[in-house]
């Protein structure tokens, strides 16, 4: 080997150790930028309110509507019909909400009979105008309920009244049909 070729074999080694040291900066660089990941990403979640990890780690802060017309008032009543044998009734007659307020109401069912029932139950409104402004967000009306012998069951409603509710209107009756389908439940 002449002396030529002996150093550019030495630049070479350099080279290549400079690289390795290069390489290896970054990878302690990627990894220490990895593990601050989780607490920048929790720093920023919390000062932007955004996107929050986890139930516990949220300070207890009361969420309001802005949504909510409390300059009124409106009467919520609730009815209940049935065709079969139980009895059927909400819990509360009527309930006074602000338009946009989140409100929730429960209806009772007790199956008197010594068999298991399969039932639906129909939502109807008046006046008929409300309908489009009436929205449940949970309802045992969305399925049909399967109840066993001689049981009894306790169902909510929540809803609320959308605030773009003609102000002429001042009573909602919310009226349930319960009835069996189907003949009976399969035991």
């Known amino acids: 080997m002449d002396a030529k070729q002996q150093l550019r074999k030495e630049r070479l080694g350099k080279n290549n150790a400079r690289m390795l040291g290069k390489l290896i900066l970054i990878a302690v660089l990627m990894f220490g930028f990895g593990y601050s990941l989780v607490p920048l990403y929790k720093k920023i979640c ?3 309110g955004i996107n929050v990890l986890a ?3 949220t300070k207890a802060v009361q969420a309001t509507n802005s949504q909510v017309d409390k300059s009124r008032t409106v009467t919520v009543e609730f009815d209940a019909n049935t065709q079969g044998p139980w009895r059927f009734r909400p819990l509360v007659s009527s309930l ?3 338009p946009g307020e989140m409100a929730q109401v429960v209806y009772e069912v ?6 298991s029932m399969e039932a639906q139950a129909i939502p109807s409104y008046a006046p008929q105008e409300a309908a489009a402004y ?3 967000l949970e309802c045992f009306c ?3 309920q399967v109840l066993g012998a001689n049981e009894t069951r306790q169902m909510p409603v929540s809803f609320f009244i959308d ?3 003609p102000k002429s209107v001042k009573i909602i009756t919310l009226s349930y049909t319960f009835f069996e389908v189907g003949g009976g439940a399969k035991k």
Not at 110 to 115: F, L
Request: charged content about 20%.
């Open 46 to 48: 919390e000062l932007t």
């Open 55 to 57: 139930v516990q780690e």
């Open 96 to 98: 006074q909400v602000h």
């Open 110 to 115: 007790i199956n008197t009979q010594s068999r």
């Open 134 to 136: 009436f929205s449940k």
């Open 142 to 144: 969305f399925k049909q």
């Open 163 to 165: 605030p773009g509710l």
